[in-house]
């Protein structure tokens, strides 16, 4: 590793002064009255519950905020003494969203586009490219495309970008929230190399805690009333502060979910609604991700899909849902859960689903289709020709238990990222399914919403709903799941196939 | 050219820079267009299907790729001979229908024009490389560098959007709503891609930003878009045939300038 | 950012008008240029079967479809509100329908894409790019599909009958100013209120103040 990648520069310092943002069209201040100085070299995990202006402060040091037409700034925020906006390329900024960041087509120049914007001259990119994608252990010819890589290295190449700056603030906004477990690893052993490598100062929010804890030296709580709430060593301040953060949606390391261990459910039944003889599954005709695919749905109980990125989780869902057409085998219902429909749930009519399979869709914006949240839940019921005062009953009860009523006149697209998934929960439920399939429904959720998705699989699991869930999220699998079918991954494209059978836990 | 997997190739087509492929179709169809006459376009189809051979293409990509012109061609031409300015002998005659000698020889025309502007610039294109036109276009053609690699990045998003598309369409299926109105539902789609779309055009535009994108400073080019004997040479051909095509139908009394 | 409140920020906000593009300009109106290119993808596939059901009805009639390949620039336009955003996101819409689907009017496509949003943008700009009211959306896309009818008049049907010109260039204003200008008018509202043009001013002219 050559120190020079990233410790030739030297840390920058953060000074903020009774510092304030409120952006064009709010009334409301993101950030105000913030008083804070960060010494060169120091290493910052930020938390705050979600409002609080976290993401907000590490934009404006970045630099992208955008200028007046975009909102209004009071007070001082400072980066080496100088309006971040000044400087350019002193701040480096890793973001949430891996699809989001990847901004050329090959991996070589997508590390080089900061380069080239600060003027940087041409031997000189390619000398920081090599370093920067050796720093995050990305070895990958330069001429790779970048749409074929995993989240984990999509966030390790932005990281490499950054780095190719010579930034002397790294700041880091939820880098591994949309990850898997393993891209998490991936993206924390990264950042670890580069910390270990160079001076520059160190600034990262995130709600899992435990994954930086041990790489910063201090803690900065960000108070949704303005200023700042704690800010000291990371163990001090997450012994004092503790259940404050954990009730505020932060996953504080040694609290565990908060949740008591529920007692067994008893009415797990037995009886299959879906069996699935030789299935195999595909996204597209031509391309079979796994076959002979062997398990049975049961009533009343939560089965798991798990397995590695690939595997085809995802889309054996989709499949058992009855969504997309087998590519071999089949997905057949039961005569009592058909209920005189056809036997195979992907030759149901649409508005044949919605009264016996739901599904929850890993992105919740994909299934909105109404322009407020009351009119969301009610394009299933109506879909069903329901009476038009057991629509608004049944709308009102599932407004209420989802804790949705006082947004029920708000757009879905503006809802947060928790109270989305919980409407895309709610969509569902309106409808009384008899099974529930959900894909990643906890990903890059807060503490906060993962228990409530949590207690609320648990009482439909007690009501007699079945459960289906595509899960990287290990607590959560242990949390609510009888039992888990593992996909075993795909060694190679030519080479699809594979499954274990169904682990009783 | 695809925008999901770049075209790779060894073929000298493969190296030649975008722009001097963009500029040899712009031109001979710059030409083309302003006379509507079949000898003119028929020289230079001809000429076309000599050169296709070293386009770097294979006969089923060809026609893969040239079909909607080999489509719309005929029918441009179709709707000229029944609607087309009447002149000389009446073939047949019905309401607005007016198919006559001269409509024919227009149609022909039409036909032929088309099909000799389409081809070239759809082969041509197979073999470019999004990245290289950008780099091309914004060092060679000096066209604002903010603007070209907007855009070029605004294409690699093309992927993510058609996964999006699918999800949609399998989302209202769950939803229960997709049984009729196929009209209002395509029309709810794309709404919903737009919003989905412009949410992902906004993160990538904080993620530019951050990489110091829009910066007043002198940008530079890691990679440099070169212009030289090949490049010159192509558009030399674009420029050869087009005269060629004029010459013979000037020599032949058949040039027809569209504005008379 | 829900709807707590009802104040309204005026629809001629106080906020400094630049007619500079920042990045966030650029970004967005290429994702519109884009997507809309994907759509006129589609609609290519879908033109020629439905102008051969429109023409025989009455020959020019098929230029009624022209708005399908007009609303990219109406809709930058409106949204971006910057001098060139109804040209750059016309263009753009047309070379990427070019590169992905391959068409039959080849490298014209450029002309055609430039003329069309050359006819939205001067409404645009007539009205001094302050105003953006539904009628100038209407107007904008009635100036598209006059371009668009003269671009083509001269390029694909030459020599046309006088009746054909005279179909052909209304049923071409008419559908500019239906698909281009109502439907993006409408969509831009729509955008607005699912926040996510919460960065422009077209995102916080229309929505309420939180």
């Known amino acids: 590793m050559t120190p020079a990648a990233a410790g030739s520069v030297s840390g920058a310092s953060v000074v903020a002064r009774g510092w304030g943002w409120r952006h064009a069209g709010r009334r409301r201040w993101a950030v105000d009255g913030l008083d804070l100085r960060i010494e060169p070299g120091e290493r910052v995990l930020l938390l705050g519950a979600s409002g609080a202006g976290k993401s907000t402060l590490l934009h404006a040091l970045a630099g992208v905020l955008g200028g007046e037409e975009e909102g209004e700034q009071r007070g001082h925020l400072l980066v080496n003494g100088a309006e971040p906006t000044a400087e350019r390329g002193q701040a480096g900024l890793l973001l949430q969203d891996p699809d989001s960041q990847v901004i050329l087509a090959r991996v070589g120049d997508d590390v080089a586009f900061g380069c080239e914007n600060l003027g940087v001259p041409r031997d000189e990119i390619w000398r920081r490219v090599t370093d920067a994608l050796r720093m995050v252990g990305l070895n990958l010819p330069l001429g790779h495309p970048t749409s074929a890589l995993s989240g984990g290295q999509k966030q390790r190449l932005a990281l490499a970008g950054v780095l190719a700056m010579r930034p002397g603030l790294l700041l880091l906004d939820e880098p591994t929230a949309n990850l898997d477990p393993e891209g998490v690893l991936e993206v924390r052993e990264s950042v670890a190399r580069v910390l270990e490598n160079s001076e520059a100062t160190f600034i990262v929010i995130e709600h899992r805690v435990a994954v930086w804890q041990s790489l910063v030296n201090r803690v900065i709580v960000l108070d949704a009333a303005g200023g700042v709430l704690a800010d000291g060593h990371p163990d001090d301040v997450l012994t004092s502060q503790g259940e404050r953060l954990a009730a505020a949606g932060v996953w504080v390391p040694g609290r565990g979910s908060g949740l008591v261990a529920a007692g067994r459910r008893t009415s797990s039944g037995t009886t299959p609604l879906l069996r699935t003889p030789g299935l195999a599954i595909a996204r597209t005709k031509a391309e079979i991700i796994a076959?002979?695919?062997?398990?049975?749905?049961?009533?009343?109980?939560?089965?798991?899909?798990?397995?590695?990125?690939?595997?085809?989780?995802?889309?054996?869902?989709?499949?058992?849902?009855?969504?997309?057409?087998?590519?071999?085998?089949?997905?057949?219902?039961?005569?009592?859960?058909?209920?005189?429909?056809?036997?195979?749930?992907?030759?149901?009519?649409?508005?044949?689903?919605?009264?016996?399979?739901?599904?929850?869709?890993?992105?919740?914006?994909?299934?909105?289709?109404?322009?407020?949240?009351?009119?969301?839940?009610?394009?299933?019921?109506?879909?069903?020709?329901?009476?038009?005062?057991?629509?608004?009953a049944r709308v009102d009860e599932v407004l209420q238990r989802l804790r949705l009523d006082h947004l029920a006149e708000a757009n879905p697209f503006t809802l947060s990222g928790g109270e989305k998934r919980r409407l895309s929960v709610g969509t569902v439920l309106a409808t009384q399914p008899q099974l529930l399939v959900l894909d990643e429904p906890t990903f890059g959720q807060d503490l906060r919403t993962w228990r409530e998705i949590v207690v609320l699989l648990d009482e439909l699991l007690r009501e007699g709903t079945a459960v289906v869930a595509v899960s990287h999220d290990a607590d959560f699998v242990a949390a609510v799941f009888d039992r888990e079918f593992r996909l075993a991954g795909r060694t190679g494209a030519a080479a699809p196939l594979i499954t274990s059978g169904v682990v009783p836990r | 050219m695809s925008l999901i997997?770049?075209?790779?190739?060894?073929?000298?087509?493969?190296?030649?820079?975008?722009?001097?492929?963009?500029?040899?179709?712009?031109?001979?169809?710059?030409?083309?267009?302003?006379?509507?006459?079949?000898v003119s376009a028929a020289v230079a189809l001809a000429c076309e299907f000599v050169l296709v051979f070293w386009a770097g293409l294979s006969l089923k990509s060809f026609v893969l790729r040239t079909l909607p012109v080999w489509i719309a061609a005929p029918t441009a031409g179709l709707t000229t001979l029944l609607y087309g300015q009447p002149a000389g002998a009446v073939y047949w005659a019905f309401g607005l229908v007016n198919v006559t000698e001269g409509s024919l020889e227009l149609a022909i025309a039409t036909t032929l024009r088309i099909l000799a502007i389409g081809l070239p610039s759809v082969v041509l294109f197979v073999t470019v490389d999004p990245t290289d036109l950008a780099d091309g276009l914004a060092q060679v053609v000096k066209l604002p560098a903010r603007f070209v690699l907007g855009g070029l990045a605004g294409l690699r998003l093309v992927g993510l959007f058609l996964g999006d598309w699918r999800a949609l369409e399998l989302a209202r299926r769950a939803r229960g709503i997709a049984d009729g109105g196929a009209?209002?539902?395509?029309?709810?789609?794309?709404?919903?891609?737009?919003?989905?779309?412009?949410?992902?055009?906004?993160?990538?535009?904080?993620?530019m930003e951050a990489r110091g994108f829009g910066a007043p400073v002198q940008r530079t080019w890691a990679r440099e878009s070169t212009f030289r004997g090949r490049e010159v040479a192509l558009i030399g051909i674009g420029l050869a045939v087009a005269l060629l095509a004029v010459g013979v139908s000037v020599a032949l009394g058949s040039w027809n300038f569209v504005l008379t | 950012m829900h709807a707590t409140s009802t104040l309204l920020t005026p629809a001629t906000s106080r906020q400094p008008r630049s007619y500079r593009w920042r990045v966030v300009d650029i970004v967005i109106a290429s994702v519109i240029g884009v997507a809309s290119g994907l759509i006129f993808v589609v609609w290519n596939q879908a033109y020629n079967p439905l102008s051969g059901l429109l023409t025989p009805l009455l020959p020019g009639l098929q230029a009624l479809l022209g708005g399908g390949w007009l609303f990219a620039g109406v809709l930058g336009g409106l949204i971006i509100r910057k001098p060139g955003a109804a040209i750059y996101t016309e263009l753009l819409a047309a070379v990427v329908s070019t590169l992905v689907g391959g068409t039959a009017w080849g490298a014209t496509i450029l002309v055609s894409g430039l003329v069309q949003g050359l006819g939205a943008e001067l409404v645009f700009a007539l009205f001094i790019y302050a105003n953006y009211r539904v009628y100038v959306a209407l107007l904008a896309g009635a100036g598209a599909g006059l371009a668009l009818a003269v671009n083509d008049l001269l390029l694909w049907y030459p020599g046309s009958a006088a009746p054909f010109i005279a179909v052909y260039t209304v049923s071409a204003i008419v559908s500019g100013i239906v698909v281009a200008g109502l439907l993006s008018w409408l969509a831009m509202r729509g955008l607005a209120r699912t926040g996510a043009l919460s960065r422009f001013a077209a995102g916080r002219s229309s929505r309420t103040r939180v």
């Open chain 1, 291 to 392: 076959r002979d695919l062997e398990l049975d749905v049961l009533a009343g109980t939560a089965l798991a899909l798990t397995g590695p990125n690939g595997a085809g989780k995802s889309t054996l869902a989709l499949t058992l849902a009855g969504l997309l057409k087998p590519a071999g085998g089949a997905v057949l219902a039961s005569p009592e859960f058909a209920d005189g429909a056809d036997p195979e749930p992907i030759r149901w009519r649409s508005r044949q689903l919605l009264s016996r399979i739901g599904t929850v869709f890993q992105d919740p914006e994909h299934q909105f289709v109404a322009a407020t949240v009351r009119a969301e839940l009610a394009v299933g019921p109506r879909a069903l020709k329901r009476p038009e005062a057991a629509v608004t």
């Open chain 2, 5 to 38: 997997a770049p075209p790779r190739g060894d073929r000298a087509i493969f190296r030649i820079n975008p722009v001097a492929k963009l500029a040899s179709a712009l031109l001979l169809a710059g030409v083309l267009i302003l006379t509507i006459d079949w």
């Open chain 2, 183 to 207: 009209g209002r539902r395509l029309l709810s789609q794309a709404f919903a891609l737009l919003v989905l779309s412009i949410r992902r055009g906004s993160k990538l535009a904080t993620a």
